[in-house]
């Protein structure tokens, strides 16, 4: 209680009361307390819940699919739709299936010829047919006429340009991915842009509120060159689809979470969970999109239940013929080839036209063709694929240094074997 100044030297001491009748914080004042003390235990929760409210409501007007109608039977061939388009939709993404329905697609329409002269489907040449006199056919899809420049039109068959074989189905499948993209399904990956955000926000409060010099520390030239890396980074992996690379990130999130504490662990487990959760719901098929993907399964439908009295009606054998030669190649991309064969024979009994069989299964290539043709594509697939990367082998090699003599080890016997399953 003394009322004068104290020298330097003298000693004080303080008494705290900690009785709890005295003291009373109020709710904020124990916020403000726990977030001195550890941010993240409030900004954590808080970002948290902001990017599930910003979650549901884009997923609500944005990522919602448009409502879905019954599938019905579909006898027809779609309009609009390649049945190399229709592999793509259907799940198909390896480029010698496609290219195998795409070589469907063309020998039903006429642009390959295949000649049987034992008229038991084997040994049978097959030869790209130029423009004939006067002769329309049926107008190609930008896909398939990728793969009618791709074959050759020599004497040693329709797959002896290899190189250029394997060159088109890369391009075919950008080709098909970007319109699947564009027209049939939107991702809408660039709504996770918020996600890739909450980290770095996150460790920005944390330091600036434990650090009292963070703000003194931290250069403006870092940020300048933080921020483009971490957009390059975000950016990188929305365009180019690298669900691996957010998979390892997010492991290793999860995995240093782990040394701040089960909270901080707990929050990065609630965080990933609803990230995973919104990059699959966030996708939409679009109004056409939907529709397409309705008709196919109403037509792979129609091949696999068509019931007797549903079967279509032909009025005489080359109907039978056209329409079986339209749908085998869709069949073939829907995975129901077998069942559009039965269903071929059930449309020649129920129509009387059994003494036409033989001249039907031969107007419409039966099975045995498009499995001598598939053999075919993917030996000369195969085998381009290695010289291609026999290559690259060497030229990686002189680009690296050049001349000793371990670059030339794998250049005898290399390319012959077809390498079965190198993709």
């Keep these: 209680k003394s009322t004068e100044k104290f020298s330097p030297d003298t000693g004080l001491t303080f008494l705290l009361n900690l009785k709890t009748d005295k003291i009373k914080p109020t709710f904020l004042d124990r916020i403000k307390i726990l977030f001195t003390i550890n941010p993240f235990f409030i900004t954590g929760p808080l970002v948290l819940l902001f990017l599930t409210i910003y979650s549901f409501v884009t997923w609500l007007f944005f990522g919602k699919d448009p409502a879905k109608k019954a599938i019905i039977p579909e006898f027809n061939i779609p309009k609009g739709i390649s049945a190399m388009y229709a592999a793509y939709v259907n799940g198909t993404k390896e480029p010698r299936e496609i290219l195998s329905v795409g070589v469907m697609s063309l020998l039903s329409k006429g642009y390959i010829k295949a000649e049987d002269e034992e008229g038991n489907g084997k040994n049978v040449k097959y030869t790209k047919v130029e423009t004939e006199n006067g002769t329309v056919k049926e107008k190609l899809y930008e896909e398939e006429r990728i793969v009618l420049e791709a074959l050759s039109s020599g004497q040693d068959g329709i797959f002896s340009d290899g190189k250029n074989l394997y060159k088109s189905g890369s391009k ?22 918020p996600f890739f955000l909450a980290v770095p926000i996150l460790l920005f409060v944390t330091f600036s509120v434990t650090n009292k010099y963070f703000f003194q520390l931290l250069d403006y030239r870092i940020i300048l060159f933080f921020l483009p890396v971490f957009f390059s980074l975000a950016n990188l992996i929305i365009i180019l689809n690298k669900k691996i690379l957010c998979f390892i990130i997010m492991i290793m999130t999860l995995l240093l979470s782990i040394k ?31 529709r397409e993907k309705e008709y196919l399964k109403g037509m792979k439908m129609y091949i696999k239940t068509a019931e007797e009295n549903k079967i279509q009606k032909f009025n005489d054998v080359d109907e039978l013929v056209e329409y079986f030669k339209g749908i085998l190649p869709y069949a073939v991309a829907l995975g129901v080839k077998n069942e559009a ?12 036209f059994e003494e036409s069989g033989n001249y039907v299964s031969n107007r419409v290539y039966m099975l045995s063709y498009y499995s001598d043709l598939t053999k075919s594509l993917s030996s000369e697939y195969n085998r381009a694929y290695e010289k291609i990367s026999e290559e690259n082998f060497r030229a990686s090699r002189s680009h690296s240094g050049g001349g000793f003599s371990g670059g030339r080890s794998r250049s005898g016997g290399g390319s012959g074997g077809g390498g079965g399953g190198s993709w």
Excluded: H
């Design 172 to 193: 075919v499948l950008n080709l098909l991915s970007d319109r699947y993209g564009k027209v049939t399904y939107q991702k809408n990956y660039m709504f996770l842009i």
């Design 260 to 290: 701040f504490g089960v909270e901080m662990f707990i929050l990065a487990l609630c965080y990933m969970i609803l990230f995973v959760v919104y990059f699959i719901v966030i996708g939409k098929y679009t109004d056409k999109g939907l």
């Design 341 to 352: 064969i039965k269903l071929m024979e059930k449309s020649i009994r129920l129509n009387n």
